[in-house]
Structure formats: structure tokens, C-alpha cells
């Protein structure tokens, strides 16, 4: 099987021979899968680095196209309607649009998670700073290092 896309001005092509098992002669044989992944050019002449394994050729397309598998396949199979809807949409409603197509909500309670902890800390650090001027005045000190 071969796949060529383009992304921008780029041209690439993965070509992937699946594991295949057959049978030879009475005997039960299997080929190894097989994967390549490269940069064409426009008569089809390989440019750069040529790719054949399977997590480098999985990372170098993830690269390219900027997506994770699982994203990419939430994009195709995105609905028209909701295609359309994203294009037209104003920003935040993009942001929630592409929130739901993919799943974010972990990564807001992470964000809120830790908005709520920077609050915290910062808090304490105004109070400290708070207690460290408190003991300079008492002691007629303008720096630690004078105290």
C-alpha cells in the first residue's frame, strides 16, 4: 500500500507492507511487516532522510501534520456540520468546539488545579514577605543582609 500527501509545499509517501502469512509449498511462511517514509519531489525522487521504522515514521508523521494519531482520526470523522460550524465560528466558540473533539477537560481541571495552587503559594509568599519586613522594622534593618 502506498499513501501520498502533501502538507504546504511538502510531498511525502509511506509506503507500508502489512504482516502477510501464505502458505509455500506445504509450509506455513509469514512476511515481516514493512513500513518507508520519505520526502518527494514532484517527479517522485526521494529528498532527505528515508524512514523504515515503525515509531520513527508514527513520530515524523505526527510532526508533519500535527496531529497525534487518535486526533487525526477525530478530525476526519468530524461531521460536516460541525466542520462548518467550526470554520465560521467565533474564537471562543472554536475553543469550545475544540474542546469537545479533543477531549480537553482533563488538561482545564490540571489548569484550574493549579491556578488554585498558585493562589495558595502566593498568598503565603505576600504573608512570609509580610513577616520578613515585620522583623527588619523591628529591628531598624532595611536588608537581611544589614539585619
Keep these: 500500500m502506498e499513501f ?3 502538507v504546504g509545499p511538502r510531498t511525502f509517501l509511506i509506503k507500508r507492507r502489512p504482516t502477510q502469512t501464505f502458505l509455500q ?6 512476511t515481516q511487516h514493512k513500513v518507508e517514509f520519505c520526502q518527494v519531489d514532484s517527479s517522485g525522487n526521494i529528498l532527505g532522510n528515508h524512514l523504515t521504522k515503525i515509531g520513527e515514521v508514527k513520530d515524523k508523521v505526527e ?3 500535527g496531529f497525534s494519531s487518535e486526533q487525526f ?3 476526519v470523522v468530524l461531521p460536516q456540520g460541525e466542520f462548518r460550524r467550526l470554520l465560521l465560528a467565533k474564537s471562543d466558540e472554536k475553543e469550545r468546539i475544540l474542546e469537545k473533539l479533543f477531549s480537553t477537560e482533563r488538561y482545564k481541571l490540571v ?3 493549579l491556578k488554585r495552587k498558585r493562589a495558595v503559594i502566593g ?3 505576600k504573608e512570609l514577605r509580610s513577616g520578613v519586613d515585620g522583623i527588619l522594622a523591628a529591628n531598624g534593618a532595611a536588608t537581611v543582609q544589614e539585619l
Aim: glycine share 4%; net charge negative; hydrophobic share 40%.
Design 25 to 30: 509449498k506445504g509450509v506455513l511462511r509469514e
Design 73 to 75: 482520526r477525530q478530525v
Design 123 to 125: 498568598s503565603e509568599l
Design 4 to 6: 501520498l500527501f502533501s
Design 111 to 113: 489548569e484550574e488545579s
Design 63 to 65: 510532526e508533519v501534520i
